[in-house]
């Protein structure tokens, strides 16, 4: 979250701001100010990141568009992380597919440690508007971000 606050400080920039938690469950904390959500130490987007969850990972596709229903005009960008395989790997395959087909859509997926046939996938099937990641360490998915960032800042 530092990585991208930053990022929105350089570029003098709010965004609205969702998460989804997904592994034993799937939940969503509905969209708020990403600065409000950064700097508020209790908030809904805070709630839904921290449940802890363990046991399989599964990721129901059903909330997208839920997702989708509370998103503002303009540009979206949906940032995936997972460090494991995804039960119904084709399911949410197609969903992550159909979501990057949105006008003014990104869709970022980030890998940690392991390399998926979900990710494989994505990477094979890269547009314009899908970008796959592959990290090691939790610690790399800030600096990619911020990077993205920057150079859509640049693209602006």
Request: aromatic share 10%; with cysteine.
């Amino acid at each position: 979250a530092k990585g991208l606050w930053q990022a929105c400080e350089r570029l003098d920039r709010d965004l609205a701001f969702g998460v989804v938690n997904f592994s034993t469950k799937t939940s969503w904390s509905g969209m708020m100010s990403f600065k409000e959500a950064y700097q508020r130490v209790v908030n809904k987007v805070k709630r839904t990141l921290l449940v802890p969850q363990s046991s399989g990972t599964c990721f129901d596709t059903k909330i997208m568009k839920t997702v989708e229903s509370e998103l503002s005009a303009g540009t979206a960008v949906y940032t995936f992380i997972t460090d494991g395989q995804i039960e119904e790997e084709e399911k949410v395959l197609q969903a992550l597919q159909n979501c990057a087909q949105r006008e003014q859509t990104q869709l970022l997926f980030f890998e940690i440690g392991i390399k998926s046939t979900l990710g494989k996938e994505l990477q094979r099937s890269s547009k314009e508007n899908i970008f796959y990641f592959h990290v090691d360490k939790v610690e790399e998915i800030k600096e990619e971000l911020s990077d993205i960032l920057l150079s859509y800042k640049a693209q602006t």
